[in-house]
């Protein structure tokens, strides 16, 4: 395998400003999600105690609820930007 | 516990290593030039680049830190798993494809890209720079905890071991080679960490324990402290002064293998009502000698701990379980551990003798936050919160993590390895939790080193998936240490001396200054990889992160999205939010542990600074560049 230089800097995006904004949105949505995590584990550490899903409590499914969430937001993330690059890139379109 | 290497271990060890230094070399031959040895090139595919971004990702502090402190505390030491993952959102929703975009070699170009500034290449590299050594730091205890019960060294050997083998790597082959041995050993161990997952599942829960687990003697204490036992000679009382509870001296006469005749064996137990329960003791006498459970350590009386005394529905086996049910049974399980703050130190006529005390926990309180972050008092509930701040910002904020963006050919490519990396790191955070949760209940704890508790777990199950495990987990840091000292060099030869000091150097100089600061910085490394030694590794990255946020997240974050940010802006929020989080972990009550001194004394109560260093630094960039707004304009 080579290992030359890239030509990084003369590549044009157009999906760019419209991947930002929505990368924007899904960081807050999993940013809100985040923080309900760390008030309830907080601010009721009880509730956390809870059983939710076949015996086990909701400090283990939230917990890794959060895990498998981020990589589904990762995915659906992935599949929207490349839909756009192409539609955009291919087009020249630039908004 | 008593660690004797073995010829298996061995083998796979050196094979292992040396196949990983082999790769290293045949690299070397590939990278010429400065893009090659900082940024490979450029041209690593994104599949390989993602999988090598979690063989970055998962370091020490992850495999042995978070798994240790799940053995030991519990549901809190998987909150690392969670805050470590949930920062990778912010990397690839923020910040990988404009850092991609904007840099070239290192994470310092990208900031300076629209400036030119040299308050910016000055701040920046020094900031890389003490992000790495920070996170340098519990690479090296990891792998000081390794080599011991591996290869029977003692830990500072391991740390000596792992500096040089890394700067070998790293002054062979930079990128390249980095990116290749994270690919193999990311790959290897979310693989091998499923097997022992796995296994943990198949194996079950039960109260019998391992012939290796230390269970308590329970004796009268009346007839103990009157002299009237047969096993034991009563020797002294003693009553620690913080906790007011007392603890008796026998001695017991023991032929150890090592030694004959027969030896006076002391022993600890502590007081409880009517009863002496039997401790794990540690003795530094006053000649210097250490003794476990009053022999050298070479007896083997100190044993492992953990274990489930417990189970549901007065079941004393449940056999194979399922990923829910083996959760659940957890819950509603009894559970003994030895955690540190029922650990007691005692004064015995000039001797130092440290206790290790069991305590019973449900598996209901186990299993929720508490038992490391005492989230029921403010302070509690503060640092808890700076803490998942910290992880949750930190991630991307890392000088190593980020230069692995410079790797890929497109920003496309930076954003597919992201993904592929959050599903193999969201993967192995997953299985942390059987990890940790199988080293407690199966009594493979090290009281003297918890870092060590997924590496025991894999011993329990036999002595060649130890071997591999160990191997991968040591590759793991040998990776991790490459990739950090790569970001480190980088700081030095590229921002420090060809931008800000306008040094003129030669592609091959450039190289050359690289591999000298490579030097340097493992020199450093090693130092304090042995200073640290026993902390554990994912507590000391919680502090990597933290200054990582503090000290870079607002500038990226800003440079991408507050036109108004200038020069000044960021260079003083990169110091500010440097400095203040430094201050505060220097002055913390862990720091002042490390120093040996009495940690009530610390000047605040805060261990992890994220909660106000991050602000801080956010709030300093804001101030700064609005006062400098008008001079940027001129400038202009």
Redesign the interface.
């Given at each position: 395998?080579?290992?030359?230089?890239?030509p990084?800097?003369e590549?044009k995006?157009n999906a760019?400003d419209w991947?930002?904004k929505l990368?924007?949105k899904?960081?807050w949505l999993?940013?809100v999600i985040?923080m309900g995590?760390?008030g309830t584990?907080?601010?009721s550490?009880k509730l956390?105690?809870k059983?939710v899903?076949?015996?086990?409590?909701l400090?283990?499914v939230y917990?890794?609820g959060?895990?498998?969430f981020?990589?589904l937001?990762?995915?659906i993330?992935?599949h929207l930007?490349?839909k756009k690059?192409d539609a955009m890139n291919l087009s020249g379109e630039s908004k | 516990m008593n660690y004797i290497a073995n010829p298996i271990a061995i083998a796979i060890f050196l094979a292992f290593v040396g196949f990983v230094l082999g790769m290293s070399f045949y690299f070397a031959r590939?990278?010429r030039?400065a893009?090659?040895y900082f940024a490979?090139?450029?041209?690593?595919h994104w599949f390989v680049n993602g999988i090598a971004f979690a063989g970055d990702y998962l370091s020490a502090a992850s495999f042995l830190g978070i798994c240790g402190l799940i053995a030991t505390m519990g549901?809190d030491g998987?909150?690392y798993?969670?805050g470590y993952?949930?920062g990778?959102?912010?990397a690839?929703?923020?910040v990988a494809?404009?850092m991609?975009?904007l840099g070239?070699y290192t994470f310092t170009d990208a900031l300076d890209s629209t400036f030119n500034s040299k308050g910016i290449q000055f701040m920046a590299a020094v900031s890389t720079l003490t992000v790495s050594i920070f996170y340098l730091i519990p690479q090296m205890v990891g792998a000081g905890s390794l080599v011991t019960p591996l290869l029977g060294l003692p830990q500072w050997m391991g740390v000596v071991m792992v500096g040089i083998i890394v700067i070998t790597i790293v002054a062979t082959a930079g990128m390249?080679s980095t990116t290749y041995v994270q690919f193999l050993k990311g790959g290897l161990l979310i693989i091998f960490s499923t097997v022992l997952s796995i296994g943990v599942l198949h194996k079950g829960l039960s109260t019998t324990p391992r012939e290796e687990t230390f269970v308590p003697r329970e004796i009268n204490a009346q007839t103990a402290m009157a002299g009237q036992l047969d096993d034991f000679s009563f020797v002294a009382t003693i009553t620690d002064e913080k906790t007011g509870q007392t603890f008796v001296k026998l001695t017991s006469d023991m032929v150890l293998e090592a030694e004959t005749p027969p030896r006076a064996v002391a022993s600890w137990w502590e007081v409880e009502g009517t009863k002496l329960i039997e401790t794990q003791a540690k003795t530094v006498t006053s000649a210097g000698e250490e003794l476990y459970n009053g022999a050298p350590k070479k007896a083997g009386l100190f044993k492992s701990v953990g274990r489930v005394i417990e189970l549901p529905d007065g079941q004393t086996e449940t056999g194979r379980l399922g990923v829910?049910?083996y959760?659940?049974t957890i819950?509603k399980s009894t559970i003994v551990r030895y955690p540190k703050s029922a650990i007691v130190s005692l004064n015995d006529s000039g001797d130092t003798v440290t206790l290790y005390r069991p305590q019973v926990t449900s598996g209901?309180d186990l299993?929720?936050?508490?038992q490391k972050f005492k989230?029921?008092d403010g302070m509690g509930?503060l640092n808890?919160?700076s803490l998942?701040m910290a992880l949750?910002f930190g991630t991307a904020s890392l000088p190593h993590i980020l230069i692995r963006y410079?790797t890929v050919?497109?920003?496309?490519d930076a954003?597919?390895s992201?993904?592929v990396a959050?599903?193999a790191i969201?993967f192995f955070?997953?299985l942390t939790?059987f990890m940790g949760l199988g080293a407690m209940t199966l009594g493979v704890i090290d009281l003297g080193d918890g870092n060590m508790s997924a590496p025991l777990l894999a011993k329990s199950f036999n002595i060649v998936l130890f071997s591999i495990i160990s191997a991968v987990a040591f590759a793991t840091v040998l990776g991790t240490v490459s990739g950090l000292i790569v970001a480190a060099s980088g700081a030095v030869a590229h921002d420090l001396m060809d931008n800000f000091l306008n040094i003129k150097m030669s592609d091959q100089g450039k190289v050359k200054a690289g591999k000298i600061s490579a030097f340097v910085v493992g020199i450093i490394a090693i130092l304090l990889g042995i200073v640290f030694q026993g902390v554990n590794v994912a507590f000391l990255v919680g502090w990597a992160f933290a200054v990582a946020a503090s000290a870079n997240l607002p500038a990226i974050i800003m440079l991408?999205?507050w036109k108004r940010t200038t020069a000044k802006g960021i260079t003083w929020s990169i110091g500010v939010g440097m400095l203040s989080a430094l201050l505060i972990i220097l002055t913390s009550p862990s720091m002042y542990g490390q120093y040996g001194l009495d940690m009530s004394t610390a000047w605040h109560r805060l261990d992890n600074p994220g909660i106000i260093s991050i602000p801080l630094s956010f709030l300093t960039l804001v101030v700064v560049s609005l006062m400098t707004k008008k001079q940027a304009a001129v400038t202009a």
């Open positions: 395998m080579l290992h030359e230089p890239a990084v800097s590549e995006d760019s991947k930002a990368g924007i899904l960081f999993y940013c985040y995590f760390v584990a907080v601010f550490t956390m105690k059983p899903l076949g015996g086990t409590n400090a283990i917990g890794m959060l895990i498998v981020a990589i937001l990762g995915l993330y992935n930007c490349t690059e | 590939k990278a030039s893009k090659n490979a090139g450029g041209t690593i549901y998987f909150l798993s969670i993952l949930a990778w959102i912010v690839l929703f923020v494809e404009p991609k975009r070239k390249t829910f049910k959760f659940s819950q209901e299993m929720v936050p508490g989230i029921k509930k808890f919160i998942m949750f410079y050919p497109s920003q496309r954003r597919k992201t993904i959050i599903a969201g955070y997953v939790l991408l999205f």
